[in-house]
């Protein structure tokens, strides 16, 4: 067997090898510990196979022979290369990859390894004089990095920021004006994952010279705006009082820290006011910017502000501007529609009051004119906040439909204006429109079934299609 070892080194060593390879695909990658040992064994027998062999890795071959010599030779620088990556095996068992910074630090590791393993081939093996070989890649470098300046400058802003962590993956950023979730950070790039569902590549050394944005720090808080432009001929208190109601309109958004309302800039035309909050992280962010656009249009339309010119075209009233916005009317026609708010009295409630309670069964329709309604359903003893409504939604459907009481309790956040449809006026509307009918009997099916979902959940648990949609569904 020595004598065969001896005589054929390179076919003993290339089948080491080999089976080394095969070893490593054969094995599945969750076996990482079997893998190691696998290479580990192997490595410590392709040593003994060269050292039985007459070779010594830290001394040239010592055969005369040309081709003997060269296979020798070969063997040797084998042996450091496979040396250089047994080491990085065991060195990523030992050091998991948590992290970038992780995984930075073993690929650092690493190259180091291999830089030190051909520095000694080249020195042990092939003899070469190292002084002179470091000052040629030297000079080799200088040109290297002349040519690749630009990448290098991406892989050093990597090492920075993986070291500084500004940001970190399934964060929430915006670098460079480019908003999206982390999904990657390697050596070169950055890679933003988008809400057009679209990945952005943005190079690490862009990342570390502008400005970047984390909307996930800190971790339990993402912040969610909106800015609108409003006609500065409006006085700003009308309009940052319909904000505030729209913010307060909003149960997804945070007590603490609280909700604000600002003016943001003025010009001669327009004037810029932005409301702003904050959510859990894990909140559906879009949903909930949505619903602040839609609520503060409500809003601001409850306050006689209008975006456009139209509202001054259709000189309505409040109560015939309400009816275009609850859905279940859309059905009826504008004559209809004109007689139906000509029966619609104004009912005004003061902040913390309540408008129907839990169990009353209410005698009319009541559609929101202006402020924010909080409805609750009970949950044993107590009652569980089930979402909150604003302007061109209406409570009291169950009364209406079967004289059944309500299952919810309905209370004022802020001072309200009601408009109250009498019974016997909305049933007449029934009785005459069939698809009226069939929209407030699906409107009371989604609400009931929402408020089951609620009580099965937890109420952070709530996803899209509970009672936070309710405000999306202005019936």
């Given at each position: 067997?020595?004598?065969?070892?001896?005589?054929?080194?390179?076919?003993?060593?290339?089948?080491?090898?080999?089976?080394d390879?095969?070893?490593?695909r054969?094995?599945?990658?969750?076996?990482?510990?079997?893998?190691?040992?696998?290479?580990?064994?192997?490595?410590?027998?392709?040593?003994?196979?060269?050292?039985?062999?007459?070779?010594?890795?830290?001394?040239?071959?010592?055969?005369?022979?040309?081709?003997?010599?060269?296979?020798?030779?070969?063997?040797?620088?084998?042996?450091?290369?496979?040396?250089?990556?047994?080491?990085?095996?065991?060195?990523?068992?030992?050091?998991?990859?948590?992290?970038?910074?992780?995984?930075?630090?073993?690929?650092v590791?690493?190259?180091?390894?291999?830089?030190?393993?051909?520095?000694?081939?080249?020195?042990?093996?092939?003899?070469?004089?190292?002084?002179?070989?470091?000052?040629?890649?030297?000079?080799?470098?200088i040109?290297?990095?002349?040519?690749?300046?630009?990448?290098?400058?991406?892989?050093?802003?990597?090492?920075?920021?993986?070291?500084?962590?500004?940001?970190?993956?399934?964060?929430?950023?915006?670098?460079?004006?480019?908003e999206?979730?982390?999904?990657?950070?390697?050596?070169?790039?950055?890679?933003?994952?988008?809400?057009?569902?679209?990945?952005?590549?943005?190079?690490?050394?862009?990342?570390?010279?502008?400005?970047?944005?984390?909307?996930?720090?800190?971790?339990?808080?993402?912040?969610?705006?909106?800015?609108?432009?409003?006609?500065?001929?409006?006085?700003?208190?009308?309009?940052?009082?319909?904000?505030?109601?729209?913010?307060?309109?909003?149960?997804?958004?945070?007590?603490?820290?609280?909700?604000?309302?600002?003016?943001?800039?003025?010009?001669?035309?327009?004037?810029?006011?932005?409301?702003?909050?904050?959510?859990?992280?894990g909140?559906?962010?879009?949903?909930?910017?949505?619903?602040?656009?839609?609520l503060?249009?409500?809003?601001?339309?409850?306050?006689?502000?209008?975006?456009?010119?139209?509202?001054?075209?259709?000189?309505?009233?409040?109560?015939?501007?309400?009816?275009?916005?609850?859905?279940?009317?859309?059905?009826?026609?504008?004559?209809?529609?004109?007689?139906l708010?000509?029966?619609?009295?104004?009912?005004?409630?003061?902040?913390?009051?309540v408008?129907l309670?839990?169990?009353?069964?209410?005698?009319?329709?009541?559609v929101i004119?202006?402020?924010?309604?909080?409805?609750?359903?009970?949950?044993?003893?107590?009652?569980?906040?089930?979402?909150?409504?604003?302007?061109?939604?209406?409570?009291?459907?169950?009364?209406?439909t079967?004289?059944s009481?309500?299952?919810?309790?309905?209370?004022?956040?802020?001072?309200?204006?009601?408009?109250?449809?009498?019974?016997?006026?909305?049933?007449?509307?029934?009785?005459?429109?069939?698809?009226?009918?069939?929209?407030?009997?699906?409107?009371?099916?989604?609400?009931e079934?929402?408020?089951?979902?609620?009580?099965?959940?937890?109420?952070?648990?709530?996803?899209?299609g509970?009672?936070?949609?309710?405000?999306?569904?202005?019936?």
């Amino acid at each position: 067997m020595l004598a065969l070892i001896q005589n054929h080194p390179l076919v003993s060593g290339a089948s080491l090898l080999l089976i080394d390879l095969l070893v490593w695909r054969a094995l599945a990658a969750t076996q990482r510990t079997w893998q190691v040992l696998a290479r580990v064994a192997l490595f410590l027998l392709f040593s003994t196979v060269i050292i039985e062999a007459g070779l010594n890795p830290l001394q040239p071959p010592p055969w005369q022979d040309t081709t003997l010599n060269l296979v020798a030779t070969v063997l040797e620088i084998v042996w450091w290369l496979f040396c250089a990556r047994t080491l990085t095996v065991v060195l990523g068992l030992l050091m998991p990859r948590i992290g970038h910074a992780g995984r930075l630090l073993q690929d650092v590791l690493g190259a180091v390894i291999f830089l030190v393993a051909v520095v000694a081939a080249a020195a042990y093996v092939m003899q070469l004089p190292v002084k002179g070989l470091l000052a040629t890649s030297g000079v080799m470098a200088i040109v290297i990095g002349l040519a690749l300046q630009s990448t290098l400058s991406d892989v050093f802003s990597g090492i920075v920021l993986n070291t500084t962590k500004p940001y970190q993956l399934d964060d929430w950023i915006s670098i460079d004006g480019t908003e999206g979730k982390v999904v990657e950070i390697d050596w070169r790039a950055t890679h933003l994952l988008t809400n057009l569902g679209s990945t952005v590549v943005i190079p690490n050394s862009v990342a570390a010279k502008t400005k970047v944005h984390n909307f996930s720090r800190p971790y339990e808080l993402t912040g969610v705006s909106i800015s609108l432009k409003v006609s500065a001929q409006v006085r700003p208190r009308r309009v940052l009082d319909a904000l505030e109601k729209t913010v307060q309109g909003i149960s997804a958004l945070l007590v603490s820290p609280p909700a604000k309302v600002a003016v943001k800039g003025s010009d001669l035309e327009f004037m810029e006011y932005e409301a702003s909050g904050f959510i859990r992280t894990g909140e559906n962010k879009t949903e909930v910017r949505n619903l602040m656009y839609d609520l503060a249009h409500r809003h601001l339309e409850a306050a006689g502000i209008a975006f456009t010119s139209e509202a001054a075209l259709q000189p309505w009233s409040r109560p015939r501007l309400l009816l275009e916005e609850v859905k279940i009317f859309r059905a009826l026609s504008s004559e209809e529609k004109d007689r139906l708010s000509q029966l619609m009295a104004p009912l005004a409630f003061s902040a913390g009051q309540v408008v129907l309670g839990l169990g009353d069964v209410s005698d009319s329709l009541l559609v929101i004119g202006t402020g924010v309604i909080s409805a609750s359903v009970p949950d044993g003893a107590t009652l569980v906040e089930a979402g909150r409504m604003g302007p061109g939604e209406i409570l009291g459907e169950e009364g209406i439909t079967s004289d059944s009481p309500s299952r919810a309790q309905f209370t004022a956040l802020s001072s309200c204006v009601l408009y109250r449809i009498e019974k016997d006026a909305i049933r007449s509307c029934l009785e005459q429109r069939v698809e009226v009918r069939a929209a407030l009997t699906r409107l009371l099916a989604f609400r009931e079934q929402a408020s089951r979902n609620l009580l099965l959940q937890k109420p952070q648990a709530i996803k899209k299609g509970g009672f936070l949609s309710w405000l999306h569904k202005k019936y």
